[in-house]
């Protein structure tokens, strides 16, 4: 055996620990990496033109200038920047935004998205009729 020899793999936990035992069992070593995503280190994501988002604190700025949001407009439009370039649906929506609300409706999130596109660049959040709504990877 050499110690050498490299294997770098990504699973979720249950999977994770079967290879683990299996190498193991062969009498490797397992050295866990923790892996670091840059996106999600990455306090501020800027959109648009001129427009920041602090992950953190979940406000939004234009130019450095803070625009007020509410709460589920904050997260509405965090979920929109973490999924940059791909569509939310309302299901999706619904879990991060409303959690647990059951009394939801489709309507709640495009009035959600509506007031969001009346605060930002009208422009910014696209929709892709009748799947959901999205803001572009530019």
């Not at 620990?17 to 999600?40: F, W």
């Not at 439009?77 to 619904?94: R, S």
């Not at 509506?114 to 803001?135: E, F």
């Given at each position: ?27 490797y ?79 709640n ?8 596109r ?21």
């Amino acid at each position: 055996m050499s110690d050498s020899t490299l294997l770098i793999y990504e699973a979720d936990d249950t999977v994770l620990s079967d290879i683990e035992n299996y190498i193991t069992s062969r009498g490797y070593k397992v050295k866990k990496v923790q892996k670091q995503d840059e996106k999600k280190n990455k306090r501020f994501i800027e959109f648009g033109d001129f427009y920041k988002f602090d992950r953190k604190t979940k406000e939004v700025f234009y130019h450095d200038k803070k625009i007020k949001l509410t709460r589920k407009e904050a997260f509405c439009l965090n979920l929109f920047l973490e999924n940059k370039g791909h569509i939310v649906t309302f299901g999706k929506a619904k879990k991060y935004i409303w959690n647990k609300e059951e009394s939801v409706t489709e309507n709640n999130f495009r009035t959600l998205v509506w007031r969001l596109r009346n605060k930002l660049d009208g422009d910014l959040i696209r929709n892709n009729q009748g799947i959901g709504y999205y803001i572009d990877n530019n």
